[in-house]
């Protein structure tokens, strides 16, 4: 059963229906999303993607890898895909139209069923800086505070924050390494990723 906005597929082998996901995607110029039944399904169809298609952004999105209500917290690697995949998609829609390539957003229904924040807390929670631009320290701690952030005393996992005199070393949940951001008064002098 098809139409222009939903196609559904079955008895399609395994690693096929990843060719026929990118088929869609490449006739259509949209976004696809494809909910796998399980992670395990999931990173097999990200696998299958990037074979087929290495240039195709592909973004996953997780579910959380503990119960609603449970005493225990999800994984912070968990939490750091989701909150990565929220701001892909959100920073794919912010470009002009002509600028959006086609993407792959891979989901399980668990995940699809979890509820998201607002997205007016990503607009919120967000901070840039650029080489030679005045840092405000105060408002930097501030918004890792709002984000959820973790101050240690050396950085090592996806959202947690360091300070150490004029250094400021932080893990944003969509870097694969930590960052360094090297103060020179309130200027920002650099900013270098570093192995933790």
Known sequence: MSNST???LSGVPEGFDARALLDELTKNKRPV???????????????ACRFF?????VITFPGWDCLP??????????????????????E?????????????????MNAAL????????FDEASWSARV??????????AVMQASGYQRTDQVMEPGEYALRGGLIDVFPPECAQPLRLDLFGDELDSIRAFDP
């Open 33 to 47: 999303i494809h909910v796998a039944r399980d992670d395990k399904r999931m990173a097999a169809m990200q696998a």
């Open 6 to 8: 939903q196609i559904t």
């Open 114 to 121: 979890q509820k998201l924040p607002p997205r007016s807390m």
């Open 132 to 141: 030679g631009e005045r840092v405000d320290e105060k408002q930097l701690m």
């Open 92 to 108: 794919w829609h912010k470009r002009p139209q002509a600028e959006r390539k086609p993407l792959v957003i891979l989901t399980t």
């Open 69 to 90: 209500y449970d005493r225990v917290s999800p994984k912070a690697t968990i939490s750091a895909e989701r909150l990565s995949g929220l701001y892909h998609i959100l």
């Open 53 to 57: 298609a290495p240039d195709v952004p």
